[in-house]
């Protein structure tokens, strides 16, 4: 069973604009964290946010948590055309040693 | 450093065909773990192991076997082939237990007809 959900499921604008991503989770947890995927490639990391926190940044990626809401949201600011990638949020429980996938979100960067 | 190597990238059995797909990781990483990606389904975790000698069952693990004899390799042993088996097959590591910053090998894309 998901434990995340993305939405949008895609999503495509113009280069040079923000993309906004979210994640609605079920259960509690003790972190989340964001993942990229290429097309034909692996997931690779992108951030993670424990639970305590609400906001954390790395270069132009910005993710806020409500654990009140059960979600979160992933910011990708001044698009590029490099940008365009599926996006998977996963979330990982107190002790967990499974980390729970989303279907991810399908961005596309138009140039 | 390669990071977490998966073999082979590509692979057609036919139903009934026994197989490994192999994992392999140079980071000394304790946790591995073998992932199966469908479309609209997302990642499900099948298999997974927190250290050599260790392995436990993850959401989907019928059909599978997995063995930790080491560190570095996990492989991911299909005893026989279904079609419902058709997927891309994703090993991916982390240094810690608690699974944080999964890192994932580029996938082997099996084909069962």
């Known amino acids: 069973s998901q434990q995340g959900e993305e939405d949008p499921q895609a999503l495509s604008i113009q280069e040079g604009e923000n993309a906004t991503m979210n994640c609605s989770y079920k259960?509690?947890?003790?972190?989340l964290q964001w993942y990229r995927q290429n097309s034909g490639r692996g997931l690779v990391h992108l951030i993670l946010?424990?639970?305590?926190?609400r906001e954390k940044h790395s270069g132009r990626l910005r993710v806020t948590l409500d654990t009140s809401k059960k979600s979160s949201s992933l910011l990708i600011t001044a698009s590029r055309a490099a940008d365009t990638a599926s996006y998977f949020c996963?979330?990982?429980?107190?002790?967990?040693?499974?980390?729970?996938f989303g279907q991810g979100t399908r961005l596309t960067i138009n140039p | 450093n390669a990071g977490v190597t998966q073999t082979p990238k590509f692979q057609v059995l036919k139903t009934g065909q026994s197989m490994t797909l192999q994992c392999a990781q140079d980071?000394?990483?304790?946790?591995m773990s073998w992932y199966r990606q469908d479309p609209g389904m997302g990642l499900r975790l099948i298999h997974y192991?927190?250290?050599?000698?260790?392995?436990d069952q993850g959401e989907v693990p019928n059909g599978y076997n997995v063995s930790r004899s080491t560190t570095e390799d996990f492989p991911l042993r299909l005893l026989s082939a279904a079609p419902s088996q058709t997927s891309v097959y994703f090993c991916?590591?982390?240094?810690?237990?608690?699974?944080?910053?999964?890192?994932f090998g580029n996938g082997t894309r099996l084909t069962v007809t």
């Open positions: 991916a590591s982390s240094y810690s237990p608690g699974v944080l910053a999964l890192h």
């Open positions: 259960t509690s947890i003790n972190n």
């Open positions: 946010i424990r639970s305590n926190e």
């Open positions: 996963a979330t990982g429980g107190q002790g967990a040693q499974k980390l729970v």
């Open positions: 980071m000394n990483h304790e946790y």
């Open positions: 192991s927190v250290g050599a000698g260790i392995t």
